[in-house]
């Protein structure tokens, strides 16, 4: 007797009937970039379909996303103004925290997302507070190293600050030792002991970060973030990352980007079978994938929920994806 796997692929019914990796808007956390220095939406050369919203458009997106039933949404700001320590961040009246706040108005059962990072704040387009910009400066660490705990005594503040604005979670992305505890700590602290931190706990060093950083116009003016972010060759050490932030009080994992990360992805599923693990399908992942659709080279739609099934069968829980509202859109069908 001949075993004969075809029998189950007869039609799209049996197909649909034993398929073991499903994809689901819900699983979606979209990203979204909200500008203070412009009253109109900017497209963003290479992210073909992602803006820059003012704020009134951000809430309208918002809306639209949950209308999609995408549940939730991370949110990235540029300031009208940047200076060496990032103010902006951590200001009640900063960007993010103004959008977070006309979007918990506009759609309350939203879940709201902030991106805990400084590089978007900052005129030198790093992470944190770097060695020699703000006066002090060891003459043991290179040019242009971010600072660890003088960037997360402020990482700390703007996480209460975004809690305050009614943040649901708050997502460090900087890769700081010890960022989640010293948030954990001050969210604790001001009251917020409910609030939890999605940690992009396994951030590589990565390529694939060109066009956010055309987005939220946080390229680094000089060095790079090899000194924080994980080196490409290293898997093992990525559990070495995820533990450290589970120690500290980490709700959600992540890894980062996804596509040339699925083994890490898995890793990380099986060692951490008790967490919610996210994927971060990054701007140069989407931005290859439209490339070549506008060439006509691929199916766009086909290509996008391969990728996003990948991501899912790898074993993310979540995916962060700039296609959510397309991809929800093609899973109604
Ligand atoms: C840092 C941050 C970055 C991304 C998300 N958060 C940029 C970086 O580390 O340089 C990249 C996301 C993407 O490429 O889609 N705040």
């Not at 949110?75 to 951590?90: R, V, Y």
């Not at 770097?130 to 043991?140: A, C, E, H, L």
């Not at 596509?259 to 996210?278: G, K, M, N, Q, S």
Request: aromatic fraction near 6%; charge should be negative.
């Amino acid at each position: 007797m001949m075993d004969r796997p075809r029998r189950l692929r007869l039609t799209p019914q049996l197909r649909a009937l034993v398929r073991e990796t499903t994809l689901d808007a819900g699983d979606f956390i979209a990203p979204i970039f909200v500008t203070a220095q412009s009253k109109t939406a900017r497209p963003i050369t290479s992210m073909p379909g992602v803006q820059q919203l003012p704020l009134d458009a951000v809430v309208a997106e918002a809306e639209t996303m949950a209308r999609a039933g995408i549940r939730a949404i991370i949110l990235f700001g540029i300031p009208a103004a940047k200076d060496a320590t990032g103010s902006d961040a951590a200001a009640p009246e900063g960007i993010v925290q103004r959008a977070v706040r006309a979007i918990k108005a506009a759609v309350p059962e939203l879940v709201v997302m902030t991106d805990l990072c400084l590089c978007e704040y900052t005129d030198h387009g790093h992470c944190g507070i770097v060695n020699g910009t703000t006066g002090k400066r060891d003459p043991r660490l290179p040019e242009g190293y971010v600072l660890n705990d003088e960037t997360n005594e402020i990482l700390a503040r703007v996480a209460v600050v975004q809690a305050q604005a009614g943040a649901d979670v708050v997502a460090p992305s900087g890769m700081m030792d010890g960022a989640v505890a010293a948030i954990r700590d001050a969210l604790d602290a001001a009251g917020y002991a409910h609030l939890p931190i999605m940690s992009y706990s396994a951030k590589y060093a990565s390529g694939f970060y060109g066009p956010f950083r055309e987005a939220a116009q946080g390229t680094p003016q000089f060095g790079d973030r090899s000194s924080h972010q994980m080196d490409p060759g290293n898997a093992r050490e990525a559990l070495r990352e995820h533990a450290l932030d589970v120690s500290e009080g980490a709700d959600i994992l992540m890894v980062k980007p996804a596509l040339a990360y699925l083994d890490v992805i898995h890793a990380t599923r099986e060692a951490f079978p008790e967490l919610p693990l996210a994927a971060y399908n990054v701007s140069g992942e989407y931005a290859m994938v439209k490339a070549a659709a506008q060439q006509g080279w691929i199916d766009e739609r086909r290509v996008v929920l391969e990728l996003l099934t990948g991501m899912r069968r790898a074993g993310a829980d979540l995916i962060l994806t700039y296609h959510a509202k397309d991809a929800a859109a093609w899973l109604r069908g």
